[in-house]
């Protein structure tokens, strides 16, 4: 029988495994497709606990990001992953993976909220960007959508 710190350290490690994705909330939608577009403040802290009381605690931490399991849409696309990042480094940013690659991606967010997206370079993989700085990559056959801002240097204006 397991007694005290030990107890609860398992009991702990056993809740963090990461299970099948919560349902979204309704508010997932403006939340999170607003921050994606740049359209709305990146506050990660907020986005973390939206995120964790959403879809539990992440599933893993990789790349100076949080990443949360989101079995859910959005535009009509599916979202497998949703990311938020960790305080690490000088950019606050949100993010998600899509199961559409990002021309596909692109149309979807274009048809249904107006949003366009320009090629950013003249690679075989561009990025695609939006004026207010959103941007869609490449992520093998599927897409990564983003919004990243610099970090607010305290004392600076």
Known sequence: MLHGARALALAGCALMQA???????????????????????????YFNAYLTAAFGPPYRHEGGAWWFKADTTLWGVPVSDVLVG?????LEFVGAVT????????????????????????????????SPGSRIV???????????????QAGVR
């Open 99 to 130: 199961d559409a690659a990002p021309e596909e991606l692109h149309q979807s967010i274009r048809s249904q909220v107006g949003v366009r997206y320009a090629k950013a370079n003249a690679s075989a993989f561009p990025v695609l960007e939006s």
């Open 19 to 45: 299970g099948p994705a919560a349902a979204a909330p309704s508010t997932f939608g403006p939340v999170i497709g607003s921050a994606l577009l740049c359209r709305s403040a990146i506050d990660q802290a």
């Open 86 to 90: 960790d305080d690490s480094g000088n």
């Open 138 to 152: 490449y992520a093998n056959n599927k897409s990564k959508i983003y919004c990243a801002k610099f970090r607010q």
